[in-house]
């Protein structure tokens, strides 16, 4: 009989294409006596639960079209007219199957119900959502067999009474899918021409004129990332808010609408309250929740806003494996500390399966007790000695298992001549050579390296000879005033150097000297062809010069508005500042 409605269904609704993504299905066969089993002031349904619990192929999964939806974003309702929209609107077909049924245990009729929980093809596999999906194997009966004793003799005024006696069916067919922002969204654009994600949306697949034996009462879809803001909002659990939402949606299924008038916003907002009473749920209902939320609510604009919040990556698919960040003036504010909310978004993406290589012009030591103050160093964090990673602008790759895999150094010479034009102009020089750090004198700015900075200390050498023999540099970095590098360092070291070496900027008070061809972007490019990962692969995050390659070689370069105007003009965006947390902003946005 199932098949038969289907086919049915899609004779008088044919299916449209749709790119929609398909969903998982956890469905559970019902069934559910009429006779009601008191509790206290309410009801309980007696619920008897054949077969088990089956996983579904998306793939196999078809599609048909029901006649009316609903939907919601909040408190929005309120002044918006929106009626309910007729026509085709995509649904997910259930497995229809035929269910043993059980010789009842009184002469009472059984009423039948197949319910699906479902879980949208995209959203991840969440501890936290997949206990929700299996608590709602049980929530949904119980609510729905609640809403429908309340439909006998029901004195609603408001209510469309095409469903009404529930009993003179012999079962009843509803799924509840649960999704994430970008699904429904698509959902909204598609059927109601609007871009945004709502809440909530009730699909009702109910044919009056049918007189069939079998309700098919609809679809119920919720988002999961707007259920979590909203959750988090209103003092609620993700759960709370789920099941507010789907009692919401299926109250809409069963002809109550609080849209076409006052007095039915009042009776839905009454019938809601009750029913969340009745299974003991918490929560005020969806209506009086959105009121309260109003209250304090914030612009259109920040409601509009697209970043994803703290908490709510795990609801989305990551877009990138991969994601390269600078260090200074990138995750490092301009106190060169990574904030609170920086090490959040960090934990956040790292926790979904996305690798964070650091690509700086700092020494690997650096970067990793910059990170031992944030908790995020060690063999399982995001930094360590077993970690890849670009360091000393390119010149430093580790690969996997933290095994270095290229390593270039500075022209002897160029590092003697940086080294005598030091000493004799008292500008302070620092070379470095892996984890080590060398210098000819005394200095505040050298100091500051150590101090501001996190580098190895400065070993100061007798001479330029000994520091030449100490170990081999890979480059040099003079300090100075801003105007004095602007006006005089890098106008020389530009001409002095010419093919023999190259010169950058990370810091506008610093000038280093480097080997010809040398770049952050080299070394990331080598990194990827290590790692066997693509560019398209990778999102990256800087604001210097020295990250421009880097920037131009991923797939979405995010350039922070406190960088060099050339870094800028070649990003994809222009993010938030390091001291508005902008690589944690950028995460949020772009990376899901």
Request: aromatic fraction near 6%; glycine fraction near 6%.
């Amino acid at each position: 009989m199932l098949l038969h409605l289907c086919t049915l269904l899609r004779t008088i609704h044919p299916p449209a294409p749709s790119n929609l993504p398909m969903a998982r299905y956890i469905p559970r066969a019902t069934l559910i006596s009429i006779t009601p089993i008191p509790i206290g002031n309410t009801t309980r349904p007696n619920l008897i639960f054949p077969g088990q619990t089956h996983r579904f192929d998306a793939s196999k999964a078809s599609l048909f079209f029901g006649r009316r939806f609903h939907a919601l974003c909040g408190g929005e309702w309120r002044d918006r007219a929106t009626p309910l929209l007729r026509g085709r609107i995509c649904a997910w077909q259930r497995d229809y199957r035929k269910v043993r049924r059980r010789a009842p245990k009184s002469k009472d009729k059984e009423l039948e119900l197949n319910v699906s929980i479902c879980l949208e093809e995209e959203l991840p596999d969440d501890p936290e959502i997949l206990g929700i999906a299996e608590l709602f194997r049980l929530n949904v009966p119980m609510a729905m067999k609640l809403a429908f004793d309340g439909l006998k003799d029901s004195e609603y005024k408001t209510r469309d009474n095409a469903i009404s006696d529930v009993g003179g069916f012999q079962s009843v067919e509803l799924s509840v899918l649960l999704c994430n922002d970008e699904f429904i969204r698509k959902l909204n654009k598609e059927w109601r021409d609007e871009d945004h994600a709502t809440d909530v949306l009730s699909m009702s697949q109910h044919v009056p004129e049918l007189k069939l034996p079998i309700l098919m009462l609809g679809d119920i879809v919720i988002s999961v990332e707007t259920a979590a803001r909203q959750a988090e909002e209103r003092g609620h659990t993700l759960l709370d808010e789920i099941r507010i939402l789907m009692i919401h949606g299926l109250l809409h299924l069963l002809g109550f609408d609080h849209e076409i008038s006052e007095e039915a916003e009042v009776e839905m907002e009454k019938e809601e309250e009750l029913l969340l009473k009745s299974l003991g749920w918490t929560g005020k209902g969806l209506i009086q929740s959105a009121y309260d939320a109003e209250t304090h609510a914030s612009s259109h604009e920040e409601k509009q806003d697209d970043r994803k919040r703290e908490g709510s990556l795990r609801y989305y698919k990551p877009k990138f494996k991969y994601i390269f960040c600078d260090m200074d003036g990138t995750l490092l504010n301009s106190k060169t500390q990574i904030s609170s909310t920086t090490v959040k978004a960090l934990k956040e993406v790292s926790s979904r399966g996305v690798k964070i290589v650091i690509a700086t012009g700092k020494t690997r030591s650096a970067v990793i007790n910059i990170f031992k103050m944030v908790d995020l160093a060690g063999k399982d964090d995001i930094v360590s000695e077993f970690s890849p990673g670009v360091f000393c602008q390119g010149l430093l790759v580790y690969g996997k298992q933290g095994q270095e895999i290229f390593k270039g150094n500075l022209d002897p010479n160029v590092c003697r001549e940086a080294c005598h034009y030091s000493w004799e102009n008292r500008i302070p020089l620092i070379a470095y050579s892996k984890d080590r750090c060398f210098t000819l004198f005394e200095h505040p700015l050298v100091d500051s390296l150590h101090t501001v900075y996190h580098e190895p200390k400065g070993e100061i050498m007798p001479s330029v000879e000994h520091l030449l023999a100490a170990a081999d540099i890979q480059k040099v970095i003079f300090m100075d005033t801003v105007e004095g590098v602007a006006t005089t360092l890098r106008p020389y070291w530009s001409e002095a150097t010419r093919d023999r070496a190259a010169v950058v900027q990370s810091q506008p008070d610093m000038l280093e000297v480097v080997p010809p061809g040398t770049s952050k972007g080299s070394g990331v490019k080598l990194l990827l062809d290590h790692l066997g990962i693509t560019p398209k692969e990778i999102m990256a995050i800087g604001d210097g010069e020295n990250d421009i390659e880097m920037l131009e070689l991923a797939s979405l370069g995010v350039a922070l508005s406190n960088g060099s105007e050339k870094t800028k003009a070649v990003a994809n965006i222009i993010g938030a500042s390091n001291d508005e947390d902008g690589a944690a902003d950028a995460i949020y946005r772009y990376a899901f």
